[in-house]
T-cell receptor
Framework: DADVTQTPRNRITKTGKRIMLECSQTKGHDRMYWYRQDPGLGLRLIYYSFDVKDINKGEISDGYSVSRQAQAKFSLSLESAIPNQTALYFC????????????FGPGTRLTVT | AQRVTQPEKLLSVFKGAPVELKCNYSYSGSPELFWYVQYSRQRLQLLLRHISRESIKGFTADLNKGETSFHLKKPFAQEEDSAMYYCALTARQLTFGSGTQLTVLP
């Protein structure tokens, strides 16, 4: 589903570097989410946003920050990357309301050495 | 707090055999529950939601409030069902379980 895109798709970076992961969507949804996926831990919510002026911390926000530049764009930053932030990162969007389906991006595989 | 538990990390069954992926939840309100699936090299996608009471690709899931469970079932597994399955509960945001990797053997 090309409606939710993520860049880059793969990234290798070094400890201490700043890195930004970007997410764009063309579905017109207000709600956007960032998750990380780790083997055996499933998906854990990092940050979410219900509109441009609404940013909320998720379960594991420490070490991350986000920016909602526009309704369609939601960026995740690692200010100073560390090896245990090596993971697969997913962006997702949803229309309003808990019954609506979340649409996921293809994921960004981040490796911090 | 809301929580979703999938006790099995890995599950293998033979083609044609029944399969059940377990999901238990804890939530103080009235839950909205989903199953998402991630096929190899593909993004997560919705499989089914409890409120629709639908059957997708032969899978069904019944919400049992007494046992706080939402197990996913299919009577005859197919090789193409091999994937990672996530149970999820939604209120203000979606909370996922840790996932079950299903392998259907030929």
């Amino acid at each position: 589903d090309a409606d939710v895109t993520q860049t880059p798709r793969n990234r290798i970076t070094k400890t201490g570097k700043r890195i930004m992961l970007e997410c764009s969507q063309t579905k017109g949804h207000d709600r956007m989410y960032w998750y990380r996926q780790d083997p055996g831990l499933g998906l854990r919510l990092i940050y979410y946003s219900f509109d441009v002026k609404d940013i909320n911390k998720g379960e594991i926000s420490d070490g991350y920050s986000v920016s909602r530049q526009a309704q369609a764009k939601f960026s995740l930053s690692l200010e100073s990357a560390i090896p245990n932030q090596t993971a697969l990162y997913f962006c997702a969007t949803r229309a309003g309301g808990p019954l609506y389906e979340q649409y996921f991006g293809p994921g960004t595989r981040l490796t911090v050495t | 707090a809301q929580r979703v538990t999938q006790p099995e990390k890995l599950l293998s069954v033979f083609k044609g055999a029944p399969v059940e992926l377990k999901c238990n939840y804890s939530y103080s309100g009235s839950p909205e529950l989903f199953w998402y699936v991630q096929y190899s090299r593909q993004r997560l996608q919705l499989l089914l939601r409890h409120i629709s009471r639908e059957s997708i690709k032969g899978f069904t899931a019944d919400l049992n409030k007494g046992e706080t469970s939402f197990h996913l079932k299919k009577p005859f597994a197919q090789e193409e069902d091999s994937a990672m399955y996530y149970c999820a509960l939604t209120a203000r945001q979606l909370t996922f379980g840790s996932g079950t990797q299903l392998t259907v053997l030929p």
